[in-house]
């Protein structure tokens, strides 16, 4: 079901031209700008995919182009990434078969695209890396393999904290629009639906391989590469935990927020971290009731001001309660939530049933870190970052002389940080390749010092010893 | 280990919650003019309340310091209720025997002046009906957040955060 009307989203603008794709030969209309998992999902079609032995349904999980469960043969090419890819008119959407579709002549000749510095991912890190890499006097050439750029940010419909001039009190959808703008007034060369899928080295130059439009092949050669390609959300174990209707947090948001999809009636959410809370207050805003949020901490992870805004609303927050197990026919129907003890052993007898048609995990995510551990960077598993991370210095330089990282691939943060990180990172590039003049370094010093001024409180205290980590490791 | 604070456990903050951690305006004050009240208790790096202050009486040496009101300063204007990025701030005003809470709305459909909605409690449970006297839409509002102003009965000054809008 698609959502008209919303208090901070219009979606009606969006929706001009009206397209026609076929499922299963079955016609299927859906709006130009539409990814085909969105288009499907208003249609009523939850299952997108199979397991390959047991046939289990599976539905949209990550929505952002990271996992597997909505791969789908779209006119005849395999395991395409329905998630992120746009739909066209006449286009033909069937079941996975993983097959080899027919050779074509395209591979042999990849188009190469040159730059000083090759940024891949557009979200909020990216972006100022590739601003701040151009500002400071480099060529830069930007990859995403989402349709459309902003990263996250463009599905983040509340405010932001920090400093006004670190875009505080703006919302993300917003700060995604003048950060595409910043990039288009300095006609930064952009691929989107580009995925990167590996990184190689030539002499002097590193090659990032890309697919474009799951078609074509591009090599984006450059003397300096920033991998900012985020994160993904992390999935816990619990009976029927991939049924469909089970989602991470941030596909939810993406099929509500960037999509106007409304994801379901009634709503459970796993995991009362900001992700968790910011996602109720989204949910409620879209018309979608939610019954409960569990978290197995005895407290409330994220910031109590994102608690108290729904629990105004009325949704309870049950801290040391988790799930137990998803129940329905294909989908999910109801969630069985328990009480858990000190252990985080379930307490028998506290087991209650909730009549839910979605459930959210946000439980947190991990960084993506596929393309650095290809390109050979060393990685160490620091959990205060999120998990495995790749070693780099202060100027976010990884062991790979030349490959720089900034924003959740370097440790799980925030957008704002992600800002702080981008901006020295590219700026970083454009110093090491002597593009950059020395009075470039204040800027990095100044964006250092912005970073440690956020991190200093409470919430950035677990950051800074992950960091020291790191940099002990460097 | 520190102790975990209630209002961490469940979610909401009771009235003595915070009045132990930022001080509670006098009876004077609140009848006066209406007076900006953070329930913002946890160190976060956040700072728009203090930087829109016309009169510099949001209290923060630090980003991450917690935002106290200095209530003798604060003119009522209502900026900090409409930038707060986690909607933490209101205004709380005593006239006769009624008081008049400014709260951020950020759901469809905005009450019109006028409308009779009904008053949702911390927990979001209804404690009452009260009367929209005013709305700064959202246009209008300087943090793209709408605010309105609800007129509820004195005693449930410091229990009313939140409205229900209910259409036939």
Not at chain 1, 282 to 297: C, F, H, N, S, Y
Not at chain 2, 12 to 34: A, G, H, V
Not at chain 2, 69 to 79: F, M, Q, R, T
Not at chain 2, 86 to 107: C, N, Q, S, W
């Amino acid at each position: 079901m698609r959502i008209t009307d919303h208090p901070i989203l219009d979606f009606k603008k969006k929706r001009t031209r009206k397209v026609t794709i076929y499922y299963n030969g079955k016609p299927i209309e859906a709006y130009e700008g539409e990814t085909i998992a969105a288009a499907l999902h208003a249609a009523g079609v939850r299952t997108l995919n199979y397991s390959r032995i047991k046939k289990r349904a599976r539905g949209l999980f990550c929505a952002i182009g990271k996992c597997s469960s909505c791969l789908m043969t779209v006119n005849g090419i395999p395991n395409v990434r329905t998630c992120i890819t746009l739909v066209e008119d006449g286009m033909k959407i069937e079941e996975n078969k993983p097959v080899l579709p027919p050779a074509n002549s395209n591979g042999s000749k990849a188009k190469t695209v040159k730059g000083d510095i090759i940024v891949i991912g557009g979200g909020p890190a990216g972006l100022m890396a590739a601003i701040s890499a151009h500002d400071a006097g480099a060529k830069v050439v930007l990859i995403d393999e989402n349709p459309i750029l902003g990263g996250q940010l463009v599905k983040q419909t509340h405010k932001f904290f920090g400093k006004r001039e670190q875009f505080a009190g703006i919302r993300g959808i917003k700060i995604a629009q003048i950060l595409e703008e910043e990039i288009r007034k300095r006609n930064i060369e952009t691929f989107l639906e580009t995925s990167a899928v590996g990184i190689f080295q030539e002499g002097n130059e590193k090659i990032v391989v890309g697919v474009r439009k799951e078609k074509e092949l591009i090599e984006f050669r450059g003397k300096a590469i920033i991998v900012a390609t985020g994160a993904m959300e992390r999935a816990i174990p619990f009976e029927n935990n991939d049924l469909p209707g089970i989602y991470g947090a941030g596909a939810i948001q993406t099929l509500m927020n960037t999509y106007g999809i409304k994801p379901g009636e009634k709503a459970l959410i796993v995991g009362a971290g900001n992700v968790g809370l910011i996602l109720a207050y989204q949910l409620l805003q879209a018309g979608v009731k939610v019954e409960a949020i569990v978290e197995a901490m005895p407290k409330i992870g994220g910031y109590f001001v994102h608690a108290a805004k729904v629990r105004r609303l009325g949704v309870p927050i049950l801290t040391r309660h988790t799930i137990l197990r998803a129940e329905g026919n294909g989908k999910v129907e109801r969630a069985v939530i328990v009480e858990i003890d000190e252990n985080w052993n379930p307490i028998p007898g506290t087991e209650k049933v909730l009549d839910v048609d979605l459930i959210a995990i946000a439980v947190g995510l991990r960084p993506s870190i596929e393309l650095l551990q290809q390109a050979g960077c060393q990685i160490r598993y620091i959990r205060e970052l999120g998990g495995h991370v790749a070693v780099r210095d202060e100027w976010m330089e990884t062991t790979v002389r030349g490959i720089f990282v900034a924003g959740d691939t370097a440790g799980i943060e925030e957008a704002t940080t992600a800002m702080l990180e981008g901006r020295i990172a590219g700026v970083a590039a454009a110093l090491r390749l002597g593009i950059a003049d020395e009075s470039w370094v204040r800027e990095i010093t100044k964006t250092q010092k912005e970073l440690e001024e956020f991190r200093s409180g409470p919430f950035g205290k677990h950051i800074v010893e992950g960091i020291k980590k790191l940099l002990e490791g460097s | 280990m520190m102790e975990i604070p209630n209002y961490l456990r469940r979610g909401y903050i009771t009235p003595d919650e915070l009045f132990s951690i930022i001080p509670r305006p006098s009876e004077e004050r609140l009848r006066k003019r209406p007076v900006a009240i953070p329930e913002c208790p946890q160190q976060i790096p956040c700072t728009p309340c203090k930087e829109i202050c016309p009169v510099n009486a949001v209290m923060m040496d630090h980003p991450n310091d917690i935002p106290k009101v200095d209530y003798e300063k604060c003119i009522g204007c209502s900026l900090c209720v409409q930038v707060c990025p986690g909607l933490a701030f209101f205004m709380i005003h005593y006239v006769g025997d009624k008081a008049r809470i400014t709260m951020p709305y950020e759901l469809l459909p905005l009450p019109e002046k006028g409308e009779e909605v009904i008053l949702l409690n911390r927990v979001g449970e209804e404690v009452g009906k009260g009367k929209v006297l005013a709305i700064v839409p959202r246009e209008k509002s300087k943090g793209d957040t709408p605010i309105i102003t609800v007129e509820v009965p004195i005693e449930l000054a410091w229990e009313v955060r939140a409205i229900k809008v209910v259409r036939k």
